[in-house]
């Protein structure tokens, strides 16, 4: 965008608006939702941890874990396929130093743990090929369970589809007779139902799932007396909304929780790779394939709401955790680190509140450049 057009945009869309921000009196104070239709509170900050084994270390792991408790959070993410790039080399590492650290903490009763099972893809051949079959999912917990060191996980879910279906960076629909020939949702269902039934799942959830997947699984849960599915994790941030779309209403009518993962969309929305910065230790820098959030039009998108945060005396950062947070379809926003210092920032935007004004003002950035990223 031309330094002109810059302007002229960043004036029309900011000169009618008085942009406001709430932050409490009382900073990084933890608050807590309860996972919907049950009686587990999640911290609103989930840490993720899929650069654990990659980007970070079995120490540096085990720090972010004591720091992440020590300051409220009590929901920790993971998934079989973890870290991230997925390889063979690292498969399931991530599970395993959040394991040991359970073991050598002996917290495992003061965290809300989740994990995934793996979808089949290129990217996962290493795991497995065979979908959500019984035998692949009693695989895939059996060996989480192990490398967790724990006997049961508090939230299980399937990482993406099985069927051919927009996720991971695909923007649209495209149809596949494959698609139809997918009808296994019960027969997930009831696979799962029986480790719920074992006391290994407490609650179950989805992944990168579409309005029309995740309704066949509820319909199918209700029409059959199995268990619901209670959260969905699929990418939100002020780069991609698109979840609003269908999938908002499908939430809040259900009550199905959003995990928000990629709120700061792999590090983009926190202004570090701006003007064509690339910090050395950055994950776009580290891993370049992972582009969706750095087209031309994120760019320009994440120069103006840069912009509206320095005017209202906050980050990139602050603005982009706390408008996902925010969100009542959101049960936990789901944030990434690999130091210390990043993971404190991220927490201390728990104190900031977003007020109308400055709302209406992220609503004007989103006409203007709409969903920029898939």
């Known amino acids: 965008m031309s330094p002109s057009r810059y302007l002229s945009v960043k004036k029309a869309l900011f000169t009618p608006f008085l942009y406001t ?80 650290w359970l073991k050598k903490s002996g917290k495992r009763k003061q965290v809300v743990l989740a994990s995934k099972i793996s979808g089949p893809g290129e990217y996962a051949a290493h795991i497995r090929s065979t979908g959500f079959t019984k035998q692949a999912v009693t695989e895939a917990l059996h060996g989480s369970l ?64 579409t309005a029309w997947g995740t309704m066949r699984y509820l319909n199918e849960a209700e029409k059959h007396h199995l268990p619901r599915m209670k959260t969905i994790q699929n990418p939100y941030s002020l780069l991609n909304r698109t979840f609003e779309g269908a999938l908002a209403e499908v939430a809040m009518q259900e009550q199905v929780g959003l995990l928000a993962y990629s709120p700061l969309a792999f590090g983009v929305l926190s202004g570090k790779y701006r003007n064509g910065q690339t910090p050395e230790k950055g994950r776009v820098t580290l891993y370049p394939r992972f582009d969706r959030y750095s087209n031309e039009q994120c760019v320009k998108a994440v120069n103006l709401y840069y912009a509206l945060a320095l005017e209202n005396n906050l980050t990139l950062t602050e603005l982009s955790l706390a408008f996902v947070r925010q969100k009542p379809w959101v049960s936990s926003t789901i944030i990434g680190a690999t130091t210390i210092d990043q993971l404190k920032e991220n927490i201390a935007t728990t104190e900031i509140i977003l007020g109308p004004s400055l709302l209406k003002g992220i609503d004007a950035i989103n006409s203007e450049i709409p969903n920029p990223a898939p």
């Open 21 to 100: 921000f709430i932050q409490t009196n009382t900073p990084n104070i933890m608050k807590y939702n309860t996972l919907p239709g049950t009686e587990i509170s999640i911290s609103e900050i989930c840490l993720g941890t899929m650069t654990f084994g990659e980007q970070n270390n079995e120490s540096e792991g085990h720090k972010q874990l004591d720091y992440a408790l020590e300051h409220g959070i009590n929901f920790i993410d993971t998934a079989e396929l973890y870290s991230v790039p997925a390889s063979a080399a690292t498969y399931g590492s991530t599970e395993t130093i959040i394991g040991t």
């Open 146 to 209: 192990k490398r967790l060191q724990t006997s049961y996980l508090d939230l299980y879910q399937l990482h993406w589809p099985t069927r051919p279906a927009n996720y991971f960076g695909v923007r649209n629909y495209v149809h596949s007779e494959a698609a139809l020939q997918e009808d296994n949702f019960l027969t997930v269902l009831e696979t799962l139902n029986d480790f719920v039934k074992a006391g290994k799942i407490r609650q179950i959830g989805i992944s990168n799932e």
